[in-house]
């Protein structure tokens, strides 16, 4: 059968199942029947992309598959192929959210099945940063279990984020492999339609950061096919309904690798690729994906896929935990004259001498020079060991400066790691990121117990109070200049976030120092230098020359942009925010919600929810994506009145910053326990009843003018 033939068919069978399975489910629930996958503001993410309608229930569901049929045109053109793949792809995605209804759960980990919006706006910075390269689709089975395993390890050693559908889930699972979202590998589901979760993925990353609106279905092509960098790798035998899907993943810009001999090739788009140990590269190559590589001399595998793995007490070789004993981590500028470039010392045991599960101790210094290195950026590589040393396989790493906790599991520990091997990542990294600064680099790694409490005690400690003062000296007023950051842009094409001391980027991940030290890096890279000469007003954080900035790096669809006003011009929204506030317009606050946050807020709205109501780099009086720590800064809504507006936030954000926010309402404001009177969902999840709430405590927001 030709390919044409073959996608019809494909389609045909995949279109007769969702016409069944609709048909069923109204039989048994009835056409009202609410549909939708949880945790998303787009219901049924695909179709609503591809037609800009939201499907609510499944009398609307079976009115949208009447109108996939449309899209299912049998002339032997490349265009109705590939639409016809697009259909085939919306039937697999309807298949799949009925699965979902009446608030069922189909998938038990380590399956995913679906996605949710937060798990994809969490990959917004690594796939900006190019710590995720692309996105390998695999389906079905590959030849040996061996072969599977070895093509999963090798995307996920270049970073890249795989997704597994149908028999090759239970090879690695067999073979021992942990999967998971949190090490980038995620099982989508036996079933070959599951891999429409992967395409609801790239196309709510169009409608998150790309602000393509709905039902511009060139648009969205054009946009994943320049921005996602996906890709298919299917193993033989392809089955008439995987071969129509391949035919919607090259529309979207998917290349298809396969090691099918039997279909029919397509230059650049189906490609033949017999030997499955060359998928890796062939696929790299038919997407036209460049990695960042660094080449580490350790025994295990160094890759951001690594960041998320947790490693649990029983799997532990043995761990450094700061909050119970003397740890510390830090970075010293020094004369050239002191390094031995590459010198990586260990003083005290190696983890060979220490028993099996126990608690020890650790400092270690990474020493720079440079002729270009400014003690500024100690804090800025400092704050980089986190994802450093998180993304050594087998390594776990949590928190910062003197209260770190490193574990080493067992099997990394029986595959040869070491002490010194963390000396091996750390000096290698900030060598080659921070290549422009750093000349020289040695490491001194201390794990005598005596001469770390020492060192933390009288090295560390006293380093760390001396930034802190210098921290608090930064503020808007206090430095020159600010500094853009265009990152998100690879996704949102005309956000431009200005970053200053008091506000970090949205995406939490970078600070004015942060910014400061990119500049000096590349001096033509995302952050370059914006004056803040000609006040325009204050209050509101406007400025002429940071509107010409902001004009220029979005090219020109941002003319105006405020830094302390959520109501007028307020800054734009990439995508990858870590929390969004918005207005609450009974208590004449604002609500905030982080990602992390799965419940309801009192604006009837969830996380998700709120969050597609601002992105795509556009300016949205009301709604702001903004960084955690931006919560408890002095230019948080300063034009409107400040922090004395936050009315709610999620309990465990409110824990998390409650002691800044305090402190900062006490010294503006001269109010004592601020977050007392701050509503959470345990308070409140309705406007009505948080209104009471905030009466009772006299919450100040009732008292200011109306921000609309
Ligand atoms: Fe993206 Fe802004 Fe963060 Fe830069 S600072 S990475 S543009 S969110
Ligand atoms: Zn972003």
Known sequence: MILFDRVFAGNDETYARAA???????????????????????????????????????????????NVKT???????????????????????????????????????????????????????????????????????APTAEDAVALVKSYQSQGIFVTLTGECIDQVLEAGMKIGFNVRVSALGHEMCTAAHVVSVALRAALIF?????????????????????????????????????????????????NDTEI????????????????????????????????????????????????????????FDGSRVDCFELVQTKEASEIEDHKIEVIGPEVDEMPVGSKQQIGYIVEVAGKNMQSDFESVFERKFHSYINCIEGVMHTGQRDMIRVRISKDSYEAGFRIKHIGEVLYAKIKSDFDAVVDKCQVKIVTDPALASEMRHNLAIPAFDKRDERLKTLTDESVPVYYSCILCQAFSPSHVCVVTPERLGLCGAVSWLDAKATNELEPNGPCQIITKERVIDENLGLYEDVNEAVAKYSQGALEQVTLYSIMQDPMTSCGCFECICGIE??????????????????????????????????????????????????????????????????????????????????????????????GDETIAEDPETLLEFLTEKGHPALGLEPMM
């Open 585 to 678: 317009p009974f208590s004449n606050g604002v609500i905030i919600a982080n990602r992390e946050y799965a419940g309801m807020t009192p604006l009837g709205m969830t996380f998700p929810e709120l969050a597609s109501m601002t992105g795509g780099g556009v300016q949205t009086p009301g709604f702001m994506g903004h960084g955690k720590h931006f919560i408890a800064s002095k230019k948080f809504m300063k034009a409107e009145g400040g922090i004395q507006r936050i009315v709610w936030m999620p309990k465990d954000l409110k824990d998390t910053v409650a002691e800044r926010v305090n402190e900062t309402a006490k010294e503006l404001y001269g109010i004592d326990n601020f977050c007392d009177m701050i």
């Open 71 to 141: 899209m299912m045109t049998r002339n032997k053109r490349l265009h109705d192929v590939f639409m016809s793949g697009i259909a085939s792809a919306l039937c697999a995605e309807f298949i799949e959210v009925l699965k979902y209804l009446d608030g069922a759960e189909p998938y038990a980990d380590p399956i995913q099945g679906h996605f949710t919006d937060a798990q994809i706006r969490e990959l917004g910075v690594p796939l900006v940063t190019g710590d995720i390269p692309g996105v390998a689709v695999i389906i079905g089975k």
């Open 210 to 258: 790309g602000n393509i609106e709905p039902g511009d279905l060139e648009g969205l092509k054009k946009y994943t096919m320049d921005r996602v960098f996906a890709f298919v790798n299917a193993f033989a035998p392809l089955t008439n309904e995987v071969v129509s899907y391949g035919g919607g993943a090259i529309a979207y810009g998917f290349p298809v690798v396969t």
């Open 264 to 319: 029919e090739r397509v230059p650049k788009s189906l490609i033949c690729q017999t030997d499955v140990s060359k998928f890796n590269a062939t696929s790299l190559e038919a997407r036209d994906i460049k990695l960042k590589i660094t080449t580490i001399d350790i025994p295990v595998a160094f890759a951001s896929a690594f960041e998320g793995e947790i490693i649990r007490k029983k799997d532990m070789q043995v761990e």
């Open 20 to 66: 069944a399975g609709i048909d069923a489910a109204i039989e048994k629930y009835g056409p009202d029947m609410a549909v939708s996958f949880p945790s998303t503001a787009y219901c049924i993410p695909c179709y609503y992309a591809v037609t800009g309608v939201k499907v609510t229930n499944l009398g609307e569901l079976k009115e949208a598959l009447a």
